[in-house]
């Protein structure tokens, strides 16, 4: 019997490269339909990602061969997919029958919740600039989502964390 996990690692970096995660131009980086067309994993699909058959059935990963995904008999073995691209990470563990053991999503400078924006532009940051934001998904579970806005007034630079229903969490100064 083995006691330590067998890794394998299917190197997804290839198809991140591709069509659906192609880079956008500034004037339409933050637009909601470019959102989902330049990333893997969105609300639509956070459920499917927590298993992998259902990975394999959907093949969100731009055409790529998922056949090599296959359920390991013994108990020790674990199948990892990681991938990047421009403004998405992901890593994503599953344990023997596919069921998700551990994941992160992170997304860059995506379109924030409407609630978020109204925070932006309200008294308290109306002189700030929006420089970056980062959206991180934990085990791709709605309710562990939060964002970090990048904000800069002049050299001063403020990051500022919101939870996934858009509520502020505390300043980062």
């Known amino acids: 019997m083995k006691t330590k996990p067998i890794l394998l690692t299917l190197s997804l970096i290839l198809s991140f490269a591709t069509y659906s995660l192609a880079q956008q131009s500034a004037s339409d980086r933050y637009s909601i339909d470019n ?3 330049s990333t893997t994993v969105n609300e639509s699909n956070l459920n499917c990602f927590k298993n992998l058959q259902c990975i394999k059935r959907n093949n969100f990963f731009n055409g790529s061969d998922l056949s090599m995904i ?7 073995d674990f199948i990892t997919i990681e991938g990047s ?6 890593y994503a563990k599953y344990d023997h029958y596919g069921h998700l053991v ?3 999503v992170v997304h860059r400078n995506i379109p924030l919740p409407e ?5 932006l532009v309200s008294a308290e940051f109306s002189d700030w600039k929006m420089i970056g934001n980062e959206r ?8 562990k989502i939060h964002y970090q806005v990048v904000l800069q007034k002049g050299d001063e630079i403020r990051v500022v964390s ?9 300043s980062l100064s």
Request: aromatic residues 10%; glycine residues 4%; charged residues 35%.
């Open 35 to 37: 959102y989902h067309k």
């Open 85 to 90: 691209s421009k403004n998405e990470d992901l």
């Open 70 to 76: 296959k359920n390991n008999r013994n108990r020790y």
């Open 136 to 143: 991180t998904i934990e085990n791709f579970d709605e309710r």
């Open 102 to 104: 551990s994941a992160t």
């Open 162 to 170: 919101f939870n996934g229903n858009g509520e502020s969490l505390r």
């Open 115 to 119: 609630k978020i924006n109204r925070q």
